[in-house]
């Protein structure tokens, strides 16, 4: 499974990619709007630190726009998958930007009914949004295992990208359905890394060598 952070702060992004763990990054207009940064130059600094998929979102609300935008998104480096949001205008977005060769990540995705017209006009990517669907006590971890379902009854080619996601479990079970992608913020990643047993199993194993030097000495 690949994993993706889900940042626009590239501090972040550079402290985790030299790990060896990410595969891309996720932005959105709402994590853009935090950083004291142009938007573009930072989306091209992000893709030069990550050399992956980088998904920058257009915030046009009628497909000639987004078509527009995803264009001049698409200018700003090979990286870049122009992400739209789900509706008539975005997957008629999604169908033209395709049909350029513009890979897009439709986004907002809720339902698999949503997901399976997003792969129908050639989505690369769809993000279905976890922690949000949790948040209104319904399971968004069953609705990503019926686009998994779904994508691989007709072997669909669009990769389902698990988003909004709010902590370590939402990753495991993501990997344990078989989605292709998880994007998880800085923390989650932070999350992934720890567990007591490992430090009590190194604090352990340092202080036994220690003991032992100081026995021969
Ligand atoms: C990423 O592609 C999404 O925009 C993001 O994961 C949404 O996360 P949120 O629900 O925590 O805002």
């Not at 046009?60 to 998104?73: F, K, V």
């Amino acid at each position: 499974m690949k994993l993706f952070i889900d940042s626009g702060h590239l501090p972040d992004i550079a402290a985790l990619v030299p790990l060896g763990i990410i595969d891309g990054v996720t932005t959105n207009p709402s994590l853009l709007a935090k950083e004291d940064a142009n938007p573009s130059d930072l989306l091209k600094q992000i893709c030069d630190t990550v050399q992956g998929p980088v998904s920058a979102e257009v915030v046009a609300t009628d497909s000639e726009g987004m078509i527009r935008e995803g264009r001049e998104l698409a200018r700003i480096d090979d990286h870049i998958v122009v992400k739209v949001p789900f509706g008539k205008a975005g997957v008629t977005a999604c169908r033209a930007l395709t049909a350029e060769d513009i890979r897009v990540n439709v986004t907002l995705i809720f339902s698999p009914t949503q997901a399976l017209l997003a792969a129908k006009v050639g989505a690369a990517y769809v993000s279905p949004f976890v922690g949000r669907l949790d948040d209104i006590a319904t399971s968004g971890l069953d609705v990503v295992g019926q686009i998994v379902e779904i994508y691989d009854n007709y072997e669909f080619l669009t990769e389902v990208l698990v988003a909004s996601v709010r902590g370590p479990m939402h990753l495991v079970e993501a990997a344990r359905l078989g989605a292709d992608i998880c994007t998880c913020p800085p923390a989650v990643i932070e999350a992934a890394f720890e567990h007591p047993l490992t430090d009590i199993g190194l604090e352990r194993f340092l202080k036994d060598w220690e003991q032992a030097r100081a026995a021969r000495a």
